[in-house]
């Protein structure tokens, strides 16, 4: 063979071999080729279903819409309860449980103890949803979410907020971590309030912030928001007289109810001690406990007047009717009845009332038929519940006249043997200064009366607020309730507090009840101080000018014209030619 023989054989083979290898590598391609589009089509038609799932779980998330609690304002729009948006960072410790020697890091971020955090993710692996942290500002929980720690994220949530912090904590009460109320008017209104939650579907990004909504699934319903009777004003004011009082006498406790007699509406409810909803560490039942109406206490001689409007409504008696007191002192069995200053005589009614004679009380109460007594203080609302609605309130104590002794009988009379709460004492007085009608009361704002309940006649009520104005004249134990230019009616109290064996000489409430101004009633006023500490202890002493600086100044904010324009002396008009 020869060499150019040799070298196309050679050739010829090479070419033949390069052919079936370019074969072999397009058969190859081709099977590579098939079986990609044979996965892709496994992955796309048999396991779409898997894939979808295991996609929707990394980005895919239903979350919660959290419904936004309804605000509370007082009467004229000012906000009193307000719920603020506020971010809780959540975790699934399953996914967590990769990144476990980040979690100093978590820790530094969300401010916890390094330990706290780690034990709390640890113990809580067979979980799949734990709260690290509540109620976070977004951007302090923008920040843990930074971290792209994988099962880590964050959840709206809301928090209420007091603008007028402690001057409204006792009516308003305070929500949970959860914004769901648990005290006061919160408590009492949560069905109202705290609305319905919604949810959605939302695609997140590698650290699960939403980037974008992809289905909502049910509607948000807020709450509603609610007007209620409160006067703010008249709030502050209220809180700021009692605290001073309080603090001045060294009481132990106090409150202060204002009541509009025309509708039953409460302008102003405060309590002493107090705390601020704003800082739940003040959590303590003693502080946040609403005095007013879940605190009942014998009103003394506060109470007398209800007695006196049963005697008013039989018939026996006018405010001129003579009753003998003398000699100062009554004994019925053993239990002698005193505690008048002087022996007062024969005097007037309205006497009886104004130098507010204990005698003079169980005299008339003792003329008098139990279930008719017992039918007009129940009709002033004394030993029912208000209608107020607040968690807690107590009805006090009336008890069945078929069990009244007949010492009961003439205790009931200036205020012994008989509880209330400061609520209860100032709608009873509210019934006088609405002409004899019982309104129910209303912490919601209120545009028509409630009809209400007669217990006394309009004459009856009247007569009474002509007597309960002689207690606030000079020669009265109230004349400390007196303001200037307006005609005022009220009635003091003073009553030793009970103790084992019988009643402690040491230890008093001190109360005065009162309405303003008499001759058209726009405020009825009932405030309680209890055990003062000195020897100013009497209603008349302690009570009656914390009465008076708030009726001075709440009469003013109101805009309430005077109605006992005094004349200027004779001097005065002779020295300036002018009256002033």
Excluded: C
């Amino acid at each position: 063979m020869t060499e150019s023989t040799r070298k196309g054989r050679v050739g010829s083979i090479n070419v033949e071999r390069a052919r079936w290898r370019g074969v072999a590598l397009l058969v190859t391609f081709a099977l590579g080729a098939l079986s990609l589009e044979g996965r892709l089509l496994y992955l796309q038609l048999v396991n779409k279903k898997f894939l979808t799932e295991q996609a929707n779980d990394r980005q895919i998330r239903v979350v919660q819409i959290p419904a936004h609690r309804g605000s509370l304002f007082d009467r004229y729009g000012e906000p009193l309860a307000v719920s603020t948006p506020m971010d809780s960072v959540t975790a699934n410790p399953q996914e967590l449980k990769d990144a476990l020697d980040r979690l100093p890091e978590l820790a530094a971020a969300l401010g916890q103890d390094e330990d706290a955090l780690a034990r709390k993710v640890t113990s809580s692996l067979d979980r799949e949803f734990l709260f690290l942290d509540r109620q976070l500002p977004p951007a302090k929980a923008e920040q843990v979410l930074r971290l792209g720690l994988p099962g880590v994220s964050t959840a709206r949530e809301y928090k209420r907020y007091y603008p007028a912090g402690e001057v409204t904590g006792h009516v308003l009460g305070f929500t949970d971590v959860d914004d769901a109320g648990q005290e006061g008017l919160e408590a009492a209104l949560n069905l109202r309030l705290k609305g319905e939650n919604g949810s959605k579907r939302i695609q997140q990004d590698r650290l699960r912030r939403a980037i974008k909504d992809v289905e909502l699934i049910k509607s948000m319903q807020p709450g509603r928001d609610l007007r209620l009777s409160i006067d703010l004003r008249l709030q502050y004011l209220a809180y700021r007289e009692l605290l001073v009082a309080v603090n001045e006498s060294h009481a132990k406790s106090g409150s202060v109810v204002i009541l509009d007699p025309a509708t039953g509406e409460v302008l102003a409810m405060v309590n002493q001690p107090s705390y601020n909803p704003n800082n739940r560490s003040e959590y303590v039942a003693d502080h946040y406990r609403n005095r007013a109406v879940t605190d009942i206490f014998e009103p003394g001689s506060s109470f007398k007047p209800f007695v006196m409007s049963a005697a008013l409504e039989g018939g026996k008696y006018n405010p001129h009717t003579i009753v003998d007191t003398n000699p100062g002192v009554l004994m019925i069995g053993n239990r002698r009845i005193t505690s008048d200053h002087s022996n007062l005589g024969r005097v007037e009614l309205t006497t009886v009332l104004a130098q507010s004679s204990n005698v003079g009380a169980a005299r008339v109460a003792l003329t008098m038929e139990p279930n008719d007594i017992w039918r007009v203080l129940s009709g002033f609302g004394i030993g029912r519940l208000t209608g107020s609605g607040l968690p807690g309130e107590s009805p006090g104590i009336l008890h069945d006249p078929k069990h009244w002794p007949t010492v009961t009988q003439a205790t009931m009379a200036y205020g012994y043997g008989v509880s209330v709460t400061a609520l209860q004492l100032a709608r009873g007085y509210a019934a006088i200064a609405a002409g004899g009608v019982l309104r129910p009361v209303s912490l919601l704002a209120i545009d028509e009366p409630p009809p209400g309940e007669r217990v006394v006649s309009a004459e009856t009520a009247r007569e009474m607020i002509g007597m309960l104005e002689a207690v606030v004249l000079p020669s009265g134990t109230g004349r400390r309730a007196a303001v200037h230019n307006y005609r005022i009616a009220g009635k003091t109290g003073t009553a030793r507090k009970a103790a084992a064996g019988g009643y402690d000489e040491d230890n008093h409430g001190a109360i005065f009840a009162g309405i303003a101004p008499a001759s058209r009633p726009r405020l009825v006023v009932v405030v309680t101080i209890e055990e003062p500490q000195g020897s100013a202890y009497y209603g008349g002493d302690v009570a009656a000018p914390v009465f008076a600086n708030i009726v001075s100044g709440a009469l003013r904010v109101l805009a309430v014209p005077p109605d006992a324009l005094r004349e200027p002396p004779l001097t005065l008009i002779a020295q300036t030619g002018a009256i002033p």
